[in-house]
Nanobody, 118 residues
């Protein structure tokens, strides 16, 4: 069974920092891209950041300069460093991995809650 497990969410004050981690099981083969998405109540799930196997990154405009995504390919692990957090960052954050060779399949974690509030 392939699965992703997120951790690191919690309550933080505006301007604070959090680091989320995502661990993909070893049964997930040939991960090409890993990323973080978030979904706030009443809103669509949106892309936060992605990183390819080669290290190329992509960020949503709303988090550029504040968030940093990284990964360790050998351990199928991905991190999202979040700084200068704002109340609008409050959401459930989901890890995603795209994997496969001839055909790719998307794997999703169960999500971790991030709440930014004073």
């Amino acid at each position: 069974q392939g699965q992703l497990v997120e951790s690191g969410g919690g309550l933080v004050q505006p301007g604070g920092s959090l680091t989320l981690s995502c661990a993909a099981s070893g049964s997930i083969f040939a991960i090409s891209t890993m990323g973080w998405y978030r979904q706030a109540p009443g809103k669509q799930r949106e892309l936060v950041a992605t990183i390819t196997n080669g290290g190329s990154t992509n960020y949503a405009d709303s988090v550029k300069g504040r968030f940093t995504i990284s990964r360790l390919n050998a351990k199928n692990t991905c991190w999202l460093q979040m700084m200068s957090l704002k109340p609008e960052d409050t959401a459930v954050y989901y890890c995603k991995a795209s994997a496969g060779v001839a055909i790719r399949w998307d794997y999703w974690g169960q999500g971790t809650q991030v709440t930014v509030s004073s």
